[in-house]
């Protein structure tokens, strides 16, 4: 999901040359380590739903859990589980957040156990050695002008340094990237093949379809956040196979700093 945001370019229906793919490229892992300190984000507070379905092997929904995210100075909390529409116990939302934070530290050798919401950790340099990417067309994006970017794996055996490395490797899609602020506005990703989770006897487990479709939102003053995602997994943990689909929607931005709502 490596790719992108960016300085400044022309808008839709320019008749200058767009930069290259290559070029967006790095610029927008440029972009991305200069906006790092930006605590504009941080001001916020908003919620997030997540709707996760359990399939059966028919795609019939054996299992629906909704969770309930507040997020707040740029972390967030497990506020609410449900499990087919009930409610369940306190101990059972401290379990799932310690499951969660376990999890992220495996996937990126990260020592904190605080949930965030910045899925920037990924967009460094070595993404540059993981893709090919090709400039194929320019698009309108909820009115603004994007760059659409498609991208596969580079051909050769890619370094694994993390587990999150294993499907990343296997990672190909289009990114629509805004032209103006050069940020990422839509993302459509999926695996190319199997990807194994756990080392070649696949200990962990391992996903045969991994399909992921991000929208981000604009706020008023320039801060972007994550609107919508929607995924669609299917593998193996452990021995047992597993089919999920996802739904996530962030709403009720509210900057705390002056009162105001976006």
């Not at 087919?84 to 116990?89: D, I, M, R």
Request: hydrophobic letters at 35%; aromatic letters at 6%; glycine letters at 8%.
């Amino acid at each position: 999901m490596g790719v992108l945001a960016l300085s400044g370019r022309p808008a839709l229906g320019s008749t200058a040359a767009p930069l290259s793919a290559d070029e967006i490229v790095k610029r927008a892992i440029t972009r991305v380590q200069s906006t790092k300190d930006d605590s504009r984000r941080a001001d916020y507070s908003y919620t997030k739903q997540v709707v996760v379905e359990d399939l059966d092997n028919q795609g019939r929904v054996m299992e629906t859990k909704e969770k309930l995210f507040r997020f707040s100075s740029g972390l967030g909390s497990l506020q609410q589980i449900k499990v087919n529409g009930h409610a369940v116990g306190a101990e059972r939302i401290k379990k799932e957040e310690e499951r969660v934070a376990q999890q992220s530290s495996q996937l990126v050798d990260s020592k904190s156990s605080k949930r965030d919401d910045h899925w920037e950790k990924y967009l460094t340099s070595d993404l540059l050695a993981k893709y090919q990417f090709r400039l194929v067309d320019r698009k309108l994006v909820h009115g603004r002008p994007a760059y659409v970017i498609a991208f596969q794996p580079r051909s050769g055996t890619l370094p694994v340094r993390q587990m999150a490395d294993r499907l990343l490797n296997q990672l190909a899609g289009r990114v629509w990237i805004d032209e103006q602020e050069f940020e990422i506005a839509r993302a459509e990703l999926c695996s190319q093949s199997k990807v194994t989770l756990g080392g070649v006897m696949e200990v962990l487990g391992s996903l045969k379809r991994f399909n992921y479709v991000l929208e981000r939102i604009r706020l008023q003053d320039g801060v972007w956040f994550n609107r919508v995602a929607n995924g669609d997994f299917e593998g193996r943990k452990l021995l047992d196979t597993t089919h999920v689909k996802t739904r996530s929607e962030t709403s009720g931005f509210h900057r705390s700093s002056d009162g105001q709502s976006d």
